[in-house]
């Protein structure tokens, strides 16, 4: 079984869809981390981040099993990961990852097109929504908790322009599914989210 958790950066998705996996005892799958990877080792590489063909060989080549989960949070790749994910090529090569990795496996997916694009036929599809200063705060507080030097008003800024940029690609913009359940997060913790997840299932109780 595929259950697919979208919505953009700080509304909680991760969390969330890590925790319910916990709970099902499924894997969990992360599509955010694998471009982020992407990014990070491309400007390690001081790569032109608008060169698709350039991006594509390295994204080929990399090991995705030993990702370092701290570098990849940095507010570097966060300024810059949007560039590398609208790429088309870059996509479709990171569609396939997760599809080979789900094939025939019990999973929580989590990302911006997973029930749009990477698994249209997911069992079970969710929409997680917060407003911007939310999850401006969220995100702020883990990267705190994660020893990371950060500044809030850029922090803000950089969830907006990944917003924008997100929603306007022309490949896989970030929406909600048509058949997907839309859970506004501001209020709750992710305990209760992933409770209204399991209600919604009916695996709650």
């Known amino acids: 079984m595929v259950i697919t958790i979208d919505g953009a950066g700080g509304t909680g998705k991760s969390s969330s869809a890590k925790l319910l996996a916990q709970k099902l005892g499924y894997l969990h799958l992360n599509s955010g981390t694998l471009y982020r990877w992407i990014t990070y080792n491309a400007l ?22 030993n990702i370092d989960q701290n570098m990849v949070q940095s507010p570097e790749v966060s300024d810059n990961v949007a560039q590398v994910a609208k790429i088309p090529s870059i996509r479709e090569l990171v569609l396939e990852i997760q599809r080979q990795y ?42 705190k908790k994660n020893g990371l030097e950060v500044d809030y008003a850029q ?32 209020m709750i913790t992710v305990e209760e989210g992933v409770d209204i997840i399991l209600a919604e299932m009916q695996l709650l109780g």
């Open 44 to 65: 390690q590489q001081h790569l032109n981040l608008h060169d698709s063909d350039v991006l594509l060989s390295l994204a080929k080549k990399l090991d995705y099993q």
């Open 102 to 143: 789900a094939q025939d496996k019990d999973i929580v997916v989590e990302g911006r097109d997973i029930g749009t694009v990477v698994f249209p036929d997911a069992e079970y599809k969710f929409y997680f929504t917060a407003s911007l200063d939310i999850r401006a705060k969220r995100r702020y507080e883990q990267l």
């Open 155 to 186: 922090i803000r800024q950089s969830i907006a322009d990944r917003d924008k940029q997100d929603m306007e690609r022309e490949h896989s913009p970030l929406r909600k599914a048509d058949d997907a359940i839309e859970i506004p997060t501001d």
